[in-house]
């Protein structure tokens, strides 16, 4: 059972859930499977990593990685609860933006999209879109598009699984000004640790407004389990590939 969440102390938020002991070997398994599965894939990764760092550093000046703000959660335990504890963390990518891109654009497109105002994100997209994701952003690169459409900007967050600030599946992380924007309900989507892939990307990437993103990440935590991720990791390089919501 999902409770409302509740401020223990400026700048910190905790949420809670009902504890059990199936629950706490759930969340044991699935850090195992971050850490076992994490390493793999960013072994891996490794060579697909180090030619995208050498195309990102040729295509435009500007560091390789972009690090950004975003809002995660840690697991704690007391009196037979397990409390969430919000808190911001560096998330890694690699830079698909101009240097010194203004983050403006995006964050006007952020409040319009949670509030579903239409003819906002119509306007900071110069025409409407059919996709709940700012398309046509002028500060993005020409490799930056690229390696949005194919998700391999993300590679750089298995460093975030393996740190313990994402885990392989889970809602995704918002930055801190969505979260401003947020209504009580919609913080339940942050009563879980957040990550690389999830419930939402396999199922509706990009094409759902606001509001059924976050009662899809909210149906992830409350039916979460062990084959529920395994599920969600096997679909995820279809939903890839499929390329439905990309930009």
Known sequence: MLQEARSDAPGLVSVSTIGSEDRYLYFACKR???I???SLLLVIALPLMLLIAVLV??????PIIFVQER?????????GRTLWDIQNFPLYKFRTMVHHADPDIHRAFTQAFIRNDRKAMAALQDGATQTCKLVCDPRVTRLGRFLRRTSLDELP????VLKGDL???GPRPPVPYEVDEYEPWHRRRLMSKQGLTGWWQVTARSTVGFDEMVRLDI???EHQSFWLDL?????????????????
């Not at 599920?231 to 930009?247: D, M, N, Q, S, Y």
């Open 157 to 160: 967050q298995l460093w975030n």
């Open 219 to 221: 149906w992830y935590i």
């Open 71 to 79: 809002v995660g959660a840690s697991r704690r335990s007391k009196d």
């Open 57 to 62: 550093k040729l295509d435009t000046p500007g």
């Open 231 to 247: 599920k969600i990791l096997l679909k995820t390089p279809f939903a890839v590939l499929r390329g439905e919501g990309a930009v």
């Open 32 to 34: 195992c499977m971050d």
């Open 36 to 38: 076992v599965l994490g």
């Open 167 to 169: 885990s392989l599946v």
